[in-house]
């Protein structure tokens, strides 16, 4: 599977603005999918996770009830979209893939998945 996400850009505090991954390869509508963010300085941190028919996802508590992550297995394509953004939520956004199904928490590790996208960046500005 092979990975890109894109839709980054600058918004205000408070605005919203949805990401997305482009996914290539025939494993892609079995695959669970991750969105991952790094901020300057920072490491990589779990972001929301989807399975592969939609039907169960998982969010981090920093942003639960603010993003949502949906995918359209057609397009080969995972969304995250994000509302009510904050300065915090800067950071580069990163999709990544799997083909195991996982439970809470094993979704929330960078090692749990074995394909990653370059990223894009979201910058929210106060």
């Known amino acids: 599977v092979q990975l890109q996400a894109s839709g980054g850009g600058l918004v205000q505090a408070g605005g919203s603005l949805t990401v997305s991954c482009a996914a290539s390869?025939?494993?892609?509508?079995?695959?669970?999918m991750g969105w991952f963010r790094q901020a300057p300085g920072k490491e990589r941190e779990f972001v929301a996770a989807?399975?592969?028919?939609?039907?169960?996802?998982y969010y981090a508590d920093s942003v639960k009830g603010r993003f949502t992550a949906s995918r359209d297995n057609g397009k080969r394509l995972v969304y995250l979209q994000m509302n009510d953004l904050k300065p915090e939520d800067t950071a580069v956004y990163y999709c990544?893939?799997?083909?195991?199904?996982?439970?809470?928490?094993?979704?929330?590790?960078?090692?749990?998945?074995?394909?990653w996208g370059q990223g894009t960046l979201v910058t929210v500005s106060s």
């Open positions: 390869g025939q494993a892609f509508s079995n695959s669970f």
């Open positions: 990544a893939a799997d083909q195991r199904w996982k439970k809470f928490p094993t979704a929330t590790r960078l090692s749990s998945y074995a394909y």
């Open positions: 989807i399975a592969w028919d939609g039907g169960t996802t």
